[in-house]
């Protein structure tokens, strides 16, 4: 196309979406309007529209364009992305809710009658509780990095084994630290900026955040002071030999000591993959259960959980395999069996609701508690890990269970919900720290029910923000970030 073919396709689209009978159609074709090299009014209007729209969430700008036709097609295990992505928005509600509140008692402590509300009560508390959520991203961590190699492995395919293998070991630190280095970088402008600066008195308040004041990343008083800790602070956050709780955590965003953790387990976990690789398959499930076993009791259920994932993604290849072998499709699902898998997945759901303090002194896990063991560090993960394994195991079996995380929303939230783990501490500090005093300044906060009212209104009005952050965050760095590694290998890689 021509210079002048574009300029006058340009003030063709242009004019149709000024003019007072424009539809969204005009608008599509003035966004998807070729550039001109001419530079003039309407390529001013143009780059701005595109600039607006490039701010737009991902959702909104489908429906502008056109894009939103049919569902996405769904995969075998993308219910474990809605899983995922349901997870990392309870961890955001966990983090928003504990400053607040005391969220880690659970329902009937005490004789007061003070934890007796219904958001205390098991299943319930799981909206709000984080530790749990963990658990989970763990086991389906496991899970997702497993499940191609072992269908490599049964197949004997060990020469795409090979490279899968080193492409996951070459990868992942990448996936993992790239986007982090990326968000923390970004506190680290915000903060030079002065909006974390501009929240500081409140993130300190303890009269209106009542419990748990987080910490807030501190401003040093030169850029260059500023930047050289940023660098060692990296420096520390990508050190994973420390086996030390938390370890690698930074003050920059101290939600993200998940990140080490899941660095370090992913090794260990293609490590053990490597080693049973050639065993037959009930075999690797026998060697890979002991090696659970052992690392539980050696108190890493970190690594505990990352070994579950990858049994279950056996047990889901035997499956497969027996039912493709019988000529079956479908997973079928008698009145006896629904029963089954949905009373597996209600017990799991309560054990995951294991309080994070004091459960030995609540009703209903007064005689739980006596069963975990005394070498166990931190006591309030064990049912809880126990439980999401469980509850895993039960959706993976019951394709009525799969479909809640299968809609489209929670499928959305499943794509972003890396890009959601990572923006939802700035989000909170920067946006969460400036909405709630405003609105308690509407609601009042004296009494019990003014603050909680509150808490909830600003709740709703901070959760747009962190969808559209996270939503900006994986287009601009979390999916480059993954082409990005892809790339740099293919130009590591020996040609064949």
């Given at each position: 196309?021509?210079?002048?073919?574009?300029?006058?396709?340009?003030?063709?689209?242009?004019?149709?979406?000024?003019?007072?009978h424009?539809?969204?159609?005009?608008?599509?074709?003035?966004?998807?309007?070729?550039?001109?090299?001419?530079?003039?009014?309407?390529?001013?209007?143009?780059?701005t529209?595109?600039?607006?729209?490039?701010?737009?969430?991902s959702?909104?700008?489908?429906?502008?364009?056109?894009?939103?036709?049919?569902?996405?097609?769904?995969?075998?295990?993308?219910?474990l992305?809605?899983?995922?992505?349901?997870?990392?928005?309870?961890?955001?509600l966990?983090?928003?809710?504990?400053?607040?509140?005391?969220?880690?008692?659970?329902?009937?402590?005490?004789?007061?009658?003070?934890?007796?509300?219904?958001?205390?009560?098991?299943?319930?508390?799981?909206?709000?509780?984080?530790?749990?959520?963990?658990?989970?991203?763990?086991?389906?961590?496991?899970?997702?990095?497993?499940?191609?190699?072992?269908?490599?492995?049964?197949?004997?395919?060990?020469?795409?084994?090979?490279?899968?293998?080193?492409?996951?070991?070459?990868?992942?630190?990448l996936?993992?630290?790239?986007?982090?280095?990326?968000?923390?970088?970004?506190?680290?402008l915000?903060?030079?900026?002065?909006?974390?600066?501009a929240?500081?008195?409140?993130?300190?308040?303890?009269?209106?955040?009542?419990?748990?004041?987080e910490?807030?990343?501190?401003?040093?008083?030169?850029?260059?002071?500023?930047?050289?800790?940023?660098?060692?602070?990296?420096?520390?956050?990508?050190?994973?030999?420390?086996?030390?709780?938390?370890?690698?955590?930074?003050?920059?965003?101290?939600?993200?000591?998940?990140?080490?953790?899941?660095?370090?387990?992913?090794?260990?976990?293609?490590?053990?993959?490597?080693?049973?690789?050639?065993?037959k398959?009930?075999?690797?499930?026998?060697?890979?259960?002991?090696?659970?076993?052992?690392?539980?009791?050696?108190?890493?259920?970190?690594?505990?959980?990352?070994?579950?994932?990858?049994?279950l993604?056996?047990?889901?290849?035997?499956?497969?395999?027996?039912?493709?072998?019988?000529?079956?499709?479908?997973?079928?699902?008698?009145?006896?069996?629904?029963?089954?898998?949905?009373?597996?997945?209600?017990?799991?759901?309560?054990?995951?609701?294991?309080p994070?303090?004091?459960?030995?002194?609540?009703?209903?896990?007064?005689?739980?508690?006596?069963?975990?063991?005394?070498?166990?560090?931190?006591?309030?993960?064990?049912?809880?890990?126990?439980?999401?394994?469980?509850?895993?195991?039960?959706?993976?079996?019951?394709?009525?269970?799969?479909?809640?995380?299968?809609?489209?929303?929670?499928?959305?939230?499943?794509?972003?919900?890396?890009?959601?783990?990572?923006?939802?501490?700035?989000?909170?500090?920067?946006?969460?720290?400036?909405?709630?005093?405003?609105?308690?300044?509407?609601?009042?906060?004296?009494?019990?029910?003014?603050?909680?009212?509150?808490?909830?209104?600003?709740?709703?009005?901070?959760?747009?923000?962190?969808?559209?952050?996270?939503?900006?965050?994986?287009?601009?760095?979390?999916?480059?970030?993954?082409?990005?590694?892809?790339?740099?290998?293919?130009?590591?890689?020996?040609?064949?």
């Amino acid at each position: 196309m021509s210079i002048l073919d574009e300029k006058r396709a340009l003030e063709s689209a242009s004019e149709r979406y000024d003019s007072p009978h424009s539809t969204s159609s005009s608008l599509r074709e003035l966004l998807l309007a070729p550039q001109g090299a001419v530079l003039s009014l309407s390529s001013i209007r143009l780059f701005t529209y595109r600039a607006c729209f490039a701010l737009l969430p991902s959702f909104i700008q489908k429906r502008i364009t056109g894009e939103i036709t049919k569902p996405e097609r769904l995969h075998p295990s993308s219910h474990l992305d809605g899983i995922r992505g349901l997870a990392a928005f309870f961890v955001f509600l966990c983090h928003l809710s504990y400053n607040c509140f005391i969220i880690t008692y659970g329902f009937g402590l005490g004789d007061e009658g003070d934890n007796y509300h219904l958001l205390q009560l098991p299943i319930i508390r799981l909206f709000y509780s984080g530790p749990p959520m963990v658990s989970l991203f763990f086991v389906i961590s496991g899970y997702a990095l497993s499940l191609k190699p072992l269908k490599q492995m049964r197949a004997h395919q060990w020469d795409g084994l090979m490279q899968t293998m080193s492409s996951s070991i070459f990868r992942r630190g990448l996936r993992l630290y790239l986007p982090t280095t990326i968000s923390t970088l970004l506190i680290l402008l915000m903060i030079r900026g002065g909006l974390y600066e501009a929240t500081r008195p409140f993130a300190q308040n303890h009269e209106m955040l009542r419990n748990v004041l987080e910490l807030h990343p501190s401003r040093y008083l030169s850029f260059s002071e500023q930047f050289q800790d940023w660098i060692w602070t990296i420096h520390n956050f990508i050190f994973v030999w420390s086996w030390d709780v938390y370890a690698g955590s930074t003050f920059y965003d101290v939600h993200l000591w998940t990140i080490p953790t899941e660095f370090r387990s992913s090794m260990f976990l293609f490590a053990c993959l490597v080693g049973c690789a050639r065993c037959k398959s009930y075999l690797r499930v026998a060697i890979l259960s002991g090696l659970a076993y052992f690392v539980f009791r050696n108190d890493r259920w970190e690594l505990f959980l990352f070994l579950s994932g990858a049994i279950l993604a056996e047990l889901d290849l035997i499956r497969t395999t027996r039912m493709l072998a019988r000529g079956e499709k479908e997973i079928h699902m008698t009145p006896l069996k629904r029963s089954f898998w949905l009373t597996v997945a209600i017990v799991a759901l309560y054990l995951m609701s294991q309080p994070d303090e004091f459960a030995e002194e609540t009703p209903g896990w007064i005689y739980l508690t006596q069963w975990i063991p005394l070498w166990f560090s931190t006591p309030y993960r064990y049912w809880q890990s126990l439980g999401s394994v469980l509850f895993l195991w039960a959706v993976n079996n019951a394709p009525f269970l799969q479909q809640p995380f299968n809609s489209g929303p929670i499928q959305y939230l499943g794509k972003v919900s890396y890009a959601l783990y990572v923006m939802h501490g700035p989000v909170i500090h920067i946006i969460g720290y400036t909405i709630e005093p405003m609105v308690w300044s509407f609601t009042g906060s004296d009494t019990e029910l003014e603050y909680k009212v509150g808490f909830m209104l600003s709740t709703v009005l901070i959760v747009p923000f962190l969808l559209w952050a996270a939503d900006l965050f994986w287009r601009a760095f979390d999916i480059p970030s993954v082409k990005f590694a892809k790339w740099l290998e293919s130009q590591f890689i020996v040609e064949e």
